[in-house]
């Protein structure tokens, strides 16, 4: 049985999206606490390689650099290849693919360890007659199992849990395959004091030094999951109007959406593109809270233990929203959401749960929000 075997080399192989590998991070703490001398390493893209790879529990970091495919595929194909050699040739005997797919299969494969573990394969529909109906496209988009015959590359495979788990509950369903322990999940993550202090310089620069401020994050990968413009700059008007500084955050392709915000509220500082991974948790643990539609800041707030408000519309924030914070959650109640659907060309109803959610939504999520943490913090 796997739970009472000793492995000396682990890797887990979970690359992206930052939301996603935060949600892992428990995993890691369990596996250094049930195998406290073993080497674990992790395959990850270098942008949140920058952040992770702090983390205590990790031994090494193994990059997977998938745009430099984009700007010289002869050189991503040599990096590959030297790549799979390091994964054969470091005889790992554990492999956790929690990634699921072709690519991480690839890699599964390539480690040639005795033990490749991963989810089993799709299971449209609800997985138990207990389960919530969803629409039928969150069934077809989101996520249902191991895709892409990933399954193929596994020697053991964790059953599926219910369809109303969250992703951290989901991954941490391995638990007793390998017996780790049972205690809550724990997000640990590391800030380096370079970033750190790059942001206080930052703050400083614009006069944002020991006032209380918001981070808001406008921007995210998936058009449908973008609310509108007009909305956040309500939004940020409020927070300004109430003595709070606000702080414009996201990655260097979302600074048109942040400029577009920050015109629509004078005032706020825009730092969008200015920030790394690790910066922007620095940023967010300094803050007083975060309000954001895009998943990865979100994940990374709740990691911080630090108020968060998330809108949500295509997906669905009992698979994916903030851990256990249920009153962080805005949404309009649709028929057709969740529904995972990621071009906003694809939806028949005008981006209905996102465009109807309205400023005093947000707003009073906020006020939600920030009351439960004073009662928390009483």
Known sequence: MLKTRFFRRILIIKPSAVGDVIHT????????????????????????????????????????????????????????????????????????????????????????????????????????????????????????????????????????????????????????????????????????????????????????????????????????????????????RYLRGTGRAVVLAGSASERERCRAVAQRAPGILDLCGQTSLSELAALIRRAELCVTNDSGSMHLTVALHRPVVGVFGPTDEIWIGPYRRPEAVVRVQKECAPCYLRRLSDCPRQHACMNEVTPSMVIDGIERVLATERRISA
Not at 27 to 37: D, G, N, Q, S, T
Not at 182 to 198: H, K, L, N
């Open 25 to 236: 991070l428990p995993v890691l703490a369990k596996l250094r606490r049930r195998y406290p001398e073993a080497r674990i390493d992790w395959v990850l893209t270098p942008p949140i390689a920058e952040l992770i790879g702090h983390h205590p529990a990790l031994s090494n970091v193994i990059l997977f650099d998938r745009g430099a495919l984009a700007r010289d595929w002869r050189g991503w194909l040599r990096g590959i290849g030297h790549m799979l050699a390091e994964l054969w040739r470091t005889r790992y005997d554990l492999v956790l693919d929690l990634h699921g797919q072709f690519r991480s299969a690839v890699l599964t494969m390539a480690t040639h360890a005795p033990v490749r573990l991963g989810f089993d394969r799709p299971h449209a529909g609800p997985r138990s007659a207990e389960d919530r109906k969803l629409a039928e496209d969150a069934y077809r988009h989101g996520w249902t199992g191991t895709r892409e015959g990933a399954w193929l590359s596994y020697t053991h495979w964790i059953p599926l849990p219910r369809s109303d788990v969250h992703a951290v509950d989901r991954y941490l369903s391995l638990a007793p395959i390998l017996g780790l322990d049972d205690e809550p999940a724990e997000f640990q993550v590391p800030i380096p004091a370079r970033s750190t202090e790059r942001v206080e310089a930052l703050l400083s620069r614009f006069g944002v030094r020991s006032q209380s401020f918001a981070v808001v994050v406008p921007g995210t990968i998936w058009p449908t999951k973008h609310w509108h413009v007009e909305g956040f700059a309500a939004v940020a």
